[in-house]
T-cell receptor
Framework: GAVVSQHPSWVICKSGTSVKIECRSL??????MFWYRQFPKQSLMLMAT?????????EQGVEKDKFLINHASLTLSTLTVTSAHPEDSSFYIC?????????FGSGTRLTVV | QKEVEQNSGPLSVPEGAIASLNCTYS??????FFWYRQYSGKSPELIMS????GDKEDGRFTAQLNKASQYVSLLIRDSQPSDSATYLC???????????????FGSGTQLTVLP
């Protein structure tokens, strides 16, 4: 089946630094990549939709200058959390549409200390 | 009204019983419906998709769809302790919604299968 590889699986960073999360579609071309955030005991909340070669579309309340999304190729989308703060600590998951439905990356656990 | 609603949990069933998970959605134009299983600390994994009214069976899992009632359910027969997880109902918008076809998730139902 379709595979989306997400890295890193976990990261700890200091407050004020930036963290980049990568998602690669390994066996299909992902024209669109969806980025979700999930806090403990809550469901997935869509942050933004990235389209290859164009600007990402952010959901209401998500700061586009803080969560930078780049989708430079059909197989790679990145999310950079800039000037991270403890409240940004969360589980970040990417997803892409494939021939069967939607495939998710394995997620990135971000902890900001 | 939330776009996708699931019956509130948590749900506990004894091993070997049938677990029933329910979901309603608001977009009448939605044409595809997904059930994902999410273990704690992991990302969701697809267990069932359904597109037509009626039942769809895959092993111990049966998805049921009623578009007139805007209702989709998941039955897990012969529940096992390894089925203990959070189950997420997910629905993309209809083709005429103008959106990017992202999934909208329900809040999830936490299932515990007791040995």
């Amino acid at each position: 089946g379709a595979v989306v590889s997400q890295h890193p699986s976990w990261v700890i960073c200091k407050s004020g630094t930036s963290v980049k999360i990568e998602c690669r579609s390994l066996d299909f071309q992902a024209t669109t990549m969806f980025w979700y955030r999930q806090f403990p005991k809550q469901s997935l909340m869509l942050m933004a939709t990235s389209n290859e070669g164009s600007k990402a579309t952010y959901e209401q309340g998500v700061e586009k200058d803080k969560f930078l999304i780049n989708h430079a190729s059909l197989t790679l989308s990145t999310l950079t959390v800039t000037s991270a703060h403890p409240e940004d600590s969360s589980f970040y998951i990417c997803s892409a549409r494939d021939w069967a439905g939607y495939t998710f990356g394995s997620g990135t656990r971000l902890t900001v200390v | 009204q939330k776009e996708v609603e699931q019956n509130s949990g948590p749900l506990s069933v004894p091993e070997g019983a049938i677990a029933s998970l329910n979901c309603t959605y608001s977009d009448r134009g939605s044409q595809s419906f997904f059930w994902y299983r999410q273990y704690s600390g992991k990302s969701p994994e697809l267990i069932m998709s359904i597109y037509s009214n009626g039942d769809k069976e895959d092993g111990r899992f049966t998805a049921q769809l009623n578009k007139a009632s805007q209702y989709v359910s998941l039955l897990i027969r012969d529940s096992q302790p390894s089925d203990s997880a959070t189950y997420l109902c997910a629905v993309p918008p209809g083709p005429f919604s103008g959106s990017a076809r992202q999934l909208t998730f329900g809040s999830g139902t936490q299932l515990t299968v007791l040995p």
